[in-house]
Each structure stands twice: as structure tokens, then as C-alpha cells.
């Protein structure tokens, strides 16, 4: 892919340490329009300036709550609009790339927390990917990538704890069956899994918890954001044409299998 002939719609993007902006930054230097979706318009929307300044792509930033049906339909349309208006080219791919975590150990856990880490994070690659896919199967081309994570293979051990170990396998369940589902359509699916990454995901961990998970990877360092952006932005290239219902591991050699 060459030029701006292509959009790309990333989740979770405007935190300054994290994999989402990273990514979205990723696809821009590659030539991409971006659209940056997150939970605050005003950031969403700076994020989106900056990084369309800053590459000279055409950036969109919108709010949604992945979790909520109605912000997502209503970020879907307002991005259609930009594309019928001519601001941005036709949606390609999709980096379902918002999270949380929680570290809370399950008896302590409450269904509120279970319900949350479920929706912000499964649910919430169901809602988007639904919203978008459309536009690409009528086009006939398509990238979905959704981040799972090392978690939902080794059951925990990182950060994370039940939950959202539970919710990260859910997404690798969900990106399997629908890759299988949409076969030959020209819209590919795929998953990646980091291990320990270095953002600010893991809210509260201390420089000792931190320390610990170093060691225990092989090449005895975290992940950097560009590592996990590089396989995202691969996944969504003509190049990965032949990779549907993959999971991609990024976790330094902590998880073998």
C-alpha cells in the first residue's frame, strides 16, 4: 500500500505511553489516514492533529466508549462521514487495541469488576469490529488486528489477574471464528498477544513487581510500544495477505509453546 489510500481505525490511542498511539503513529509514517477512537474527545481529537501534522496524513479523532453499543455506532458513522465527505479514504484496518487490567485476586474480584474488564475488553472488540466490518467486506479488503495478550495462553502470571485473562481468551476465540467465518471475503483477522510491555497499563505495579517480570523473560526486558506496533501494522499490510485467525506472540520467549 502506497500513499493515503487507505484509513486506519485504532482504539485506545491517546495515552502517551501506550501501544494504541504508538500504533496509530506506526500506520501514519507507512502512509496511512488514521482515526483515533478513545474515551475523551478533546484528547481524541488533539491526538489525531498531531499525528496528521506531524506525517501528513489525513487524522480523525472521535470519542467512544468500546463498550457502550450506541458510542460505538455513533463513532462508526461519524468516521463514515468523513470518508463520504472525502477527508478520509475508505477504512482498511481496524487495531481493536483498548484495554484494562486489574490486579485483584479473584476472590477479592466483585461481578461489577468482572463485568468491566469483560466489556472494555471483549465486548468491546465485538462492538467495534461489528461496526466497521461492513465497509470493508462491501470493499472487499480488510484488516482486523485484535490485541490479546500473553495472559489468556499462560493464565495470568504478568499483571492481570482472572478476569482479564479471561476476557484476553475471549478474543483469541473471537478472532479465530470470525477469520474462519469471513474465509476468502478479503477482510483477514488476527490477534497479538504481548507479554509485559512497557506502558502504563499496569497502574499501582511497583519498581520491584516490575523488576520480577523483567526476569522472568528470556531476553530480560519488557516489550517496547514500537515492538507491538511493528507486528500490528504488518498484520495490516499486503504482505500478511496469507494470515487469517493467527496469534501473534510478542513476549520475549516468557511463554513457549
Not at 466490518?133 to 482472572?162: C, D, T, Y
Not at 505495579?205 to 501494522?233: F, K, M, Y
Request: hydrophobic share 45%.
Amino acid at each position: 500500500m502506497t500513499g493515503t489510500q487507505r484509513t486506519a481505525v485504532i482504539t485506545g490511542a491517546t495515552s502517551e505511553k501506550g501501544i494504541g498511539v504508538t500504533t496509530a503513529r506506526r500506520y501514519a509514517a507507512q502512509g496511512w489516514a488514521v482515526v483515533i477512537l478513545d474515551l475523551d474527545q478533546e484528547k481524541s481529537a488533539a491526538t489525531a492533529a498531531v499525528i496528521g501534522s506531524e506525517y501528513g496524513v489525513p487524522a480523525f479523532g472521535h470519542v467512544v466508549d468500546v463498550a457502550d453499543e450506541e458510542s460505538v455506532v455513533r463513532a462508526e458513522r461519524a468516521v463514515a462521514e468523513q470518508v463520504s465527505a472525502g477527508g478520509l479514504p475508505p477504512v482498511g484496518a481496524l487495531a481493536n487495541i483498548a484495554g484494562i487490567t486489574s490486579p485483584v485476586p479473584f476472590l477479592e474480584t466483585t461481578l461489577d469488576l468482572w463485568n468491566k474488564v469483560m466489556a472494555v475488553n471483549a465486548t468491546g472488540t465485538y462492538l467495534v469490529t461489528k461496526a466497521f466490518l461492513p465497509a470493508m467486506l462491501e470493499n472487499r479488503w480488510g484488516r482486523i488486528v485484535n490485541m490479546s495478550s500473553v495472559s489468556a495462553q499462560r493464565g495470568g502470571g504478568v499483571f492481570g489477574k482472572v478476569p482479564y485473562s479471561a476476557a484476553k481468551a475471549a478474543i483469541l476465540g473471537f478472532t479465530k471464528a470470525l477469520a474462519r467465518e469471513l474465509g476468502d471475503s478479503g477482510v483477514t483477522v488476527n490477534a497479538v498477544t504481548p507479554g509485559a510491555v512497557d506502558t502504563n497499563i499496569r497502574v499501582g505495579s511497583t519498581d520491584e513487581q516490575e523488576a520480577a517480570l523483567a526476569r522472568d523473560i528470556p531476553l530480560g526486558r519488557t516489550a517496547t510500544t514500537e515492538e507491538v506496533a511493528a507486528v500490528i501494522t504488518f498484520l495490516s499490510s499486503d504482505d500478511a495477505a496469507y494470515l487469517t485467525g493467527s496469534t501473534v506472540d510478542i513476549n520475549g520467549g516468557s511463554h513457549l509453546h
